[in-house]
């Protein structure tokens, strides 16, 4: 029995599932960035 035998991932799924990812994180930052931008507008100008 081999105990570092790991789930196995489709090489479709492996190859575009990290990159969404990333991009998902930087789509959040950015519409957070935008939305604390929209709210302190008036602060800042």
Known sequence: VT????PELPS???????PNA???LYAAIFII???LFLI?????F
């Open 3 to 6: 105990e570092d035998k790991k």
């Open 12 to 18: 479709r799924m492996r190859r575009v599932h990290f």
């Open 22 to 24: 990333k991009f998902g």
């Open 33 to 35: 960035c935008l939305c």
């Open 40 to 44: 302190y507008k008036d602060s800042i």
